[in-house]
T-cell receptor
Framework: ETGVTQTPRHLVMGMTNKKSLKCEQH?????MYWYKQSAKKPLELMFV???????ENNSVPSRFSPECPNSSHLFLHLHTLQPEDSALYLC?????????????FGEGSRLTVL | DAKTTQPTSMDCAEGRAANLPCNHS???????VYWYRQIHSQGPQYIIH???NNETNEMASLIITEDRKSSTLILPHATLRDTAVYYC????????????FGAGTRLAVHP
């Protein structure tokens, strides 16, 4: 139990569907992150949020739309995805965006796009 | 951030020390060395980090060479549950805390 909870753990969606991934952290952190891990590839940083403000968008396609309504919650809205978007999506948090300490990761949401 | 080089895979017998090397020959003076691991289908887990001095915690020890161009993560008594992919990451202190993961080392601990 890392203090970072992701839901759903598994999601199957068609290319025309709209779905959302949710992340909640119970650690009082001010920074949150989305990472993507495709099969046999390293983790890729997607977005970085600091106190609800997006500070990094790592050239992610617009079909992925993040939302951070407060420092404890982070969403990733998905629409018109492609099969190659199937991956494990990981959320993480840290004390703040410049802190040199650790990132706490959730268990991930495994997405399959049909 | 400096790049790191790690062996693709390693084996270790249960109960023995696992020594995982990492090369970061282009590291700058203000860059930290971090180690994370990822057990199959789970999120990465922080292990340890350091700047110049050797570090030890309840999970592992981190040995950084004097010139800081390489480091070794030591799991003193490996167990089967330590089987995972281990990532060595270098990042600048004070910048955005955005860890860039490489391919890591796949450690297999066998009985």
């Amino acid at each position: 139990e890392t203090g970072v909870t992701q839901t759903p753990r598994h999601l199957v969606m068609g290319m025309t569907n709209k779905k959302s991934l949710k992340c909640e952290q119970h650690l009082g952190h001010n920074a949150m992150y989305w990472y993507k891990q495709s099969a046999k590839k390293p983790l890729e940083l997607m977005f970085v949020y600091s106190l609800e403000e997006r500070v990094e968008n790592n050239s992610v396609p617009s079909r992925f739309s993040p939302e951070c309504p407060n420092s404890s919650h982070l969403f990733l809205h998905l629409h018109t995805l492609q099969p190659e978007d199937s991956a494990l999506y990981l959320c993480a948090s840290s004390q703040d965006v410049t802190h040199t300490g650790e990132l706490f990761f959730g268990e991930g949401s495994r997405l399959t796009v049909l | 951030d400096a790049k790191t080089t790690q062996p693709t895979s390693m084996d270790c017998a249960e109960g023995r020390a696992a020594n995982l090397p990492c090369n970061h020959s282009t590291i700058s003076g203000n860059e930290y060395v971090y180690w994370y691991r990822q057990i199959h289908s789970q999120g990465p887990q922080y292990i340890i980090h350091g700047l110049k001095n050797n570090e030890t915690n309840e999970m592992a020890s981190l040995i950084i060479t004097e010139d800081r161009k390489s480091s070794t993560l030591i799991l003193p008594h490996a167990t089967l549950r330590d089987t995972a992919v281990y990532y060595c990451i270098v990042r600048v202190g004070g910048g955005y805390n955005k860890l860039i993961f490489g391919a890591g080392t796949r450690l297999a601990v066998h009985p």
